[in-house]
């Protein structure tokens, strides 16, 4: 029998949870790339421990082997589904994506520590070897971070970063008391000092979700060799799928690219039909 102090927690964590991490109301598409037709889509269902299912989806180029994986990390109210087809700007690129508990076709609810968890297990079951860029994008950057610290990335992109979730509260004039109330923290600033790999920061032009100033006192907190750029014409809700954006990461990893070859497993379970 679960004490009542520990199903008292579980519920405050549902609820929480589903204020920080929103529901999507409509599911958005990328512009196609100039390689829309180099690469393979499938979809993906894996199971957590907890009987949990996460729905995901994996691009591959058609012609052969990658050569290096990008595993994207979505944020606020964001349905993942279109993400794969960033390889349609990056063509020697696998790209993974899952959407997070309660999200699309994922079952249960969203935490700060269930993420965790399962951003770890991803990485696991996509099976990638080298080289990793991990993207996250508003409060994916937060598990972007987390997970930067566990798997040592070469490359890291941020899109709209933030310091925590009671700094982006305490930005918000009816936000202000919930920031001292608020459990699930996403704390951003120890994870960014203690990244090493070479980082690319994304800022829309127009942001009044995430204050520009707060995305920049975390770029402080980053390696010294942290490319910041601003693209032009976007919002915080549509950087992560403007042509701007998606042109600005294929110009970092073509930048930072060695040549290396990267080979994949799956421990996936299929998606039934």
Same mark, same amino acid.
């Given at each position: 029998?679960?004490?009542?102090?520990?199903?008292?927690?579980?519920?405050?964590?549902?609820?929480?949870?589903?204020?920080? @991490?929103?529901?999507?109301?409509?599911?958005?598409?990328? $512009?196609?790339?100039?390689?829309?037709? %180099?690469? /393979?889509?499938?979809?993906?269902?894996?199971? /957590?421990?907890?009987?949990?299912?996460? !729905?995901?989806?994996?691009?591959?180029?058609?012609?052969?082997?990658?050569?290096? %994986?990008?595993?994207?990390?979505?944020?606020?109210? !964001? #349905?993942?589904?279109?993400?794969?087809?960033?390889?349609? @700007? #990056?063509?020697?690129?696998?790209?993974?994506? @899952? #959407?997070?508990?309660? @999200?699309?076709?994922?079952?249960?609810? =969203?935490?700060?520590?269930?993420?965790?968890?399962?951003?770890?297990?991803?990485?696991?079951?996509?099976?990638?070897?080298?080289?990793?860029?991990?993207?996250?994008?508003?409060?994916?950057?937060?598990?972007?971070?987390?997970?930067?610290? !566990?798997?040592?990335?070469?490359?890291?992109?941020?899109?709209? $970063?933030?310091?925590?979730?009671?700094?982006?509260?305490?930005?918000?004039?009816?936000?202000?008391?919930?920031?001292?109330?608020? +459990?699930?923290?996403?704390?951003?600033?120890?994870?960014?000092?203690?990244?090493?790999?070479?980082?690319?920061?994304?800022?829309?032009?127009?942001?009044?979700?995430?204050?520009?100033?707060?995305?920049?006192?975390?770029?402080?907190?980053?390696?010294?060799?942290?490319?910041?750029?601003?693209? %032009?014409?976007? +919002?915080?809700?549509?950087? $992560?799928?403007?042509?701007?954006?998606?042109?600005?990461?294929?110009?970092?990893?073509?930048?930072?690219?060695?040549?290396?070859?990267?080979?994949?497993?799956?421990?996936?379970? =299929?998606?039934?039909?």
């Amino acid at each position: 029998m679960i004490p009542p102090a520990a199903t008292a927690l579980r519920v405050i964590e549902s609820v929480e949870g589903r204020l920080i @991490f929103g529901r999507t109301t409509r599911i958005r598409a990328v $512009p196609p790339g100039p390689h829309a037709h %180099a690469y /393979r889509t499938t979809g993906h269902r894996l199971p /957590r421990p907890d009987g949990a299912i996460l !729905e995901g989806w994996s691009a591959t180029p058609i012609d052969g082997e990658a050569d290096g %994986a990008i595993l994207y990390f979505g944020g606020r109210n !964001e #349905n993942v589904v279109w993400a794969p087809d960033m390889a349609s @700007f #990056n063509p020697r690129q696998a790209v993974h994506a @899952f #959407n997070y508990r309660g @999200f699309g076709a994922s079952t249960g609810r =969203p935490s700060e520590r269930g993420v965790k968890a399962d951003a770890l297990a991803l990485l696991r079951a996509v099976g990638i070897a080298s080289p990793l860029t991990i993207v996250g994008r508003s409060l994916g950057t937060a598990v972007a971070l987390w997970l930067a610290r !566990e798997a040592r990335p070469r490359r890291l992109v941020l899109m709209s $970063p933030f310091e925590s979730v009671p700094a982006v509260l305490r930005a918000r004039p009816l936000g202000r008391v919930g920031a001292g109330l608020v +459990t699930q923290r996403f704390d951003c600033a120890d994870l960014a000092a203690a990244h090493a790999g070479a980082t690319l920061v994304l800022l829309a032009e127009h942001d009044t979700s995430v204050p520009h100033e707060q995305s920049r006192r975390l770029v402080e907190r980053l390696p010294r060799s942290t490319t910041v750029r601003l693209i %032009a014409g976007t +919002t915080h809700r549509s950087l $992560p799928r403007s042509g701007g954006a998606q042109r600005a990461i294929a110009e970092f990893l073509a930048a930072t690219s060695d040549g290396a070859s990267a080979h994949f497993a799956s421990t996936f379970m =299929p998606r039934s039909a």
